[in-house]
Structure formats: structure tokens, C-alpha cells
């Protein structure tokens, strides 16, 4: 049954398609969010239906798109140099067939990410898309959030949906991707035209916000309370009131504690004694073999490259709480072929020094042309008062999506790469609209009367 639906959703967005080209760039950002192909059981599973979207997205905006004016960023240059250097320590890797594995998804992502801003030439299609990015996280994230509020979760136990602990369907990764998408949900409360914001679109959206609060509790991940911390810090740029909000932040986290279950509580607790967690004592032991093979492969060892490493680190046992813990016994433990746990170091493993320093320069000049069009247009000309509050939620999102980056080895999710497509569609579509206003056609001069 769940497979005759999502096929009947797709052949309804692709009979659609045929009249509207940019449709199947929407279709195929649903289906690398979602993978439904992992909620069915048969269809979906035997067909390859991004690379069909793809496919029909690439050749609809060939035959019918306009192209008029197309402009070609340098984070879509850098984008592609990163993808060909993939290529390079792929076919080098020191795992050739396991990095085949992950060099399959890998390519798509970043190739469709250099391929979407060129689709993106009207406000609308920005819109669209950045709809539709929600929406599709918002289907894990509505789930996860009334599974929480019915059973509190807990680390590893929260089932989104399937179980499937990779992807958006990982916990922390879901808990950075909710929490990052926070800041563009007030903007559709605000600026949104697809659904105008009425009480009812508003009161979706302080449901969906609610939700994604939800997840890392939920999920009882670390790294998502540090990305709630960080947005509620990032959103006071755009508060009028802040010691209203600021006030309205205390009151309601002090609220809210109380409510929250023991399962995450004692989570959290273990950010003070990290060296008594393993997942923690293993993510320092892990980041140092990998900074130790850097120095020996700078040029990265391929995807996958962290199956070789054997690491040893101390695990310290710990009893009491608050300012009476003590430690009463140190254990020597000994791993190995455990992941990177961190985008940053997940990069300088796989992609050596060249492709860290890629990888940074495009998520940094991100930020960075964000920071740019909410100072261009923090005085608007009427029309254009959406702009400044896009571009500062564009931005809030990405500097989450970095702090996640730290704990979770999210270096190509191809969420993140959508948004980066969004940043860069938003930037080329201003600089045309700049270009037009600026340029005034010559008149010829009448001749004066006798």
C-alpha cells in the first residue's frame, strides 16, 4: 500500500512536470530528503527515481527553461573542483570498493548542488524550494516530535518513521537539520506568498517549530541542544524587543525543564563528564589518529578511510552528581574502524588538507555573501523587504548546520547542499535584479519646436 502511494504522488509531480520544468528539481528534493525508497517495501526499492529526477530535471531545464541571463556563481565552480577532486581520492582511495559505496550518493549530491541555482531565477522558485526542503524534513520531523511527546524518547530509541540510523533518519542529524530550519519557518510566517500567512499557516508553523525543539529531545543528542542554544542566540540580530525576547527565552527554558524526561536530562549531563562517555572519549581518540594521518596523507586517503584507524583512549568511571562526582576508576579501552564523528575531520581524512580547504571556503563564502545582501538590503526599497530576513535565515541556518558539522560527519549531506543551492540561487537572482533596475534604456531626443 505505502508504495502505490508514493508512486501516485510521483506520477502526479511529474505529469505535472511536463508543463513545468522546475517542478522535478522540487521532486528530487523530496526524494533525496525523505528517501522514500526506504519506507517502501518492493516499487520504489528496484527504481532509481533520483536519478530519474535528475535526469528530467537537467533535460527540462535544457528544452524549456529560460536561460536568458544565466549566471554561474563561484561557489557552482568550487562545488564542481570539489567534486572532481572526490573523484580524484576516490579512485585512490585506500578502500576502493567501500568508497565506491559512499562516492555513489556523494556525486549526486554535489553535482545536483551545482546544477540547482541555475533553476532558481524568480522569487517564487526560491520560495518553492525552500518549501519544499521544510515540508519533505518536516514528514521525519512531525513524526518524531508526537513520538516524543508520547513516549520521551530516548538516545537511540526514537524511531522516525523506519529504522534506519543513517541519513536524516540519524538523530543528531535531524536534530541539526530541525533546528537549522527554525529561522526559515519564521520567515514563511512573515514573508511566505505561497501560503499567505494567515492564523492558520502561522499556527502550522509554531506547531512545526514546537516539533523541531522536540527532536533533539527526543533523540537525547548533545549536539542538538547546543544547535537550540545557537539559534536562539543568532535570532536576536533580527529582534526588535530583545530584552523582551531575551526575558521570554529565560522564562520559557525555565518552563520548560521541568517537563523534560529523565532520559535526556541524563544525556545532557554527560557533556560536563565527557571522559566517563564513550561515544565522547572515542570522538577526541578519533580526531587525533586522524590529524596523525593527515601528516602522512595529506592528500586525504579516500572515502571511507577511517576503517583502518586503531585507537586507544581512557574511559573514567564516575559516581556522584553535581559537585560531589568522583572519579573512581580509569580504564584503558581499546577500538577500532570507529567513524570520524565530525565533518571537519571527516574532510581532512578523506579529502586531505586540498578538499578540507575547499569544503571551507565554500560554506565560509556562504555565510559570508548572507552577511552581505542583510547589509545591502537592511533599508529596503518597497518589494523588497523579504530579502534581508531571507538571507539572515539562510545564514542562521548554515552556521548551525557548521556548529552540527563538528560532532557529526555530515560534510556531504545532500540537505545542506540544497540550502547552499538556495544561497547561491538567492545571490544571482538579486545581483540580476540590481542589474535591471541600474540599466535605463537611452530615448531619443525630439527635436525643439520652431
Not at 595529506?298 to 576503517?307: L, S, T, V
Not at 581524512?349 to 563564502?365: D, K, S, V
Not at 555530515?410 to 544571482?428: N, R, S
Request: glycine share 8%; hydrophobic share 50%.
Amino acid at each position: 500500500m505505502r508504495d502505490l502511494v508514493f508512486v501516485a504522488f510521483l506520477l502526479a509531480f511529474f505529469g505535472m512536470g511536463f508543463r513545468k520544468p522546475f517542478i522535478f528539481v522540487l521532486v528530487y528534493a523530496y526524494i533525496d530528503i525523505v528517501s522514500p525508497q526506504r519506507l517502501t517495501y518492493l516499487l520504489l526499492n528496484s527504481v532509481p527515481i533520483s536519478l530519474i529526477a535528475v535526469g528530467l530535471s537537467v533535460l527540462g531545464w535544457l528544452a524549456m527553461d529560460d536561460k536568458k541571463d544565466v549566471r554561474v556563481a563561484p561557489r557552482q565552480l568550487m562545488i564542481i573542483a570539489l567534486l572532481g577532486y572526490c573523484f580524484y581520492t576516490t579512485i585512490n582511495a585506500d578502500f576502493k570498493v567501500e568508497a565506491l559505496d559512499k562516492w555513489d550518493w556523494v556525486w549526486k549530491a554535489l553535482a545536483f548542488a551545482a546544477f540547482l541555482p541555475l533553476t532558481l531565477r524568480t522569487k517564487l522558485r526560491i520560495e518553492s524550494l525552500l518549501l519544499f526542503m521544510i515540508l519533505s524534513a518536516s514528514s521525519i520531523i512531525i513524526v518524531g516530535g508526537i513520538k516524543t511527546l508520547g513516549s520521551g524518547g530516548g538516545y537511540g530509541e526514537l524511531n522516525l518513521m523506519v529504522a534506519n540510523n543513517s541519513g536524516l533518519y540519524e538523530g543528531s542529524t535531524i536534530s541539526t537539520v530541525a533546528i537549522a530550519i527554525v529561522p526559515l519557518i519564521v520567515w514563511f510566517m512573515r514573508f511566505g506568498t505561497i501560503f499567505p500567512p494567515d492564523w492558520k499557516v502561522k499556527c502550522f508553523c509554531l506547531a512545526l517549530i514546537f516539533a523541531c525543539l522536540l527532536i533533539p529531545v527526543g533523540t537525547s543528542t548533545r549536539t542538538g541542544l547546543l544547535c537550540i542554544g545557537l539559534v536562539a542566540l543568532l535570532m536576536i540580530r533580527d529582534t526588535k524587543r530583545k530584552v523582551v525576547y531575551l526575558t521570554a527565552l529565560g522564562c520559557l527554558g525555565l518552563a520548560a525543564v521541568p517537563f523534560l524526561p529523565s532520559s535526556f536530562t541524563e544525556r545532557m549531563g554527560t557533556i560536563k563528564t565527557y571522559k566517563a562517555d564513550a561515544s565522547a572519549s572515542t570522538r577526541l581518540a578519533v580526531w587525533q589518529w586522524t590529524m596523525e594521518y593527515a601528516k602522512t596523507h595529506p592528500m586525504g586517503g579516500g572515502f571511507e578511510a577511517y576503517r583502518q584507524n586503531q585507537i586507544r583512549y581512557e574511559k573514567v568511571a564516575v559516581e556522584g552528581e553535581g559537585d560531589g562526582q568522583q572519579k573512581v576508576d580509569r580504564s584503558l579501552e581499546v577500538d577500532k574502524a570507529r567513524a570520524y564523528h565530525s565533518a571537519y575531520f571527516e574532510m581532512l581524512g578523506e579529502q586531505g588538507y586540498p578538499g578540507l580547504a575547499l569544503w571551507l571556503t565554500i560554506n565560509i563564502l556562504g555565510i559570508f555573501r548572507m552577511e552581505v545582501l542583510r547589509q545591502r538590503y537592511r533599508k529596503p526599497e518597497p518589494g523588497q523587504e523579504w530579502v534581508a530576513p531571507l538571507a539572515s535565515a539562510l545564514q542562521t541556518a548554515h552556521i548551525v548546520y557548521m556548529l552540527g558539522a563538528t560532532f557529526i560527519a555530515i560534510a556531504f549531506q545532500p540537505f545542506v547542499y540544497m540550502l547552499i543551492g538556495a544561497q547561491i540561487g538567492l545571490d544571482t537572482y538579486m545581483a540580476r535584479k540590481r542589474e535591471e533596475s541600474a540599466w535605463r534604456p537611452l530615448r531619443k531626443a525630439r527635436p525643439a519646436l520652431a
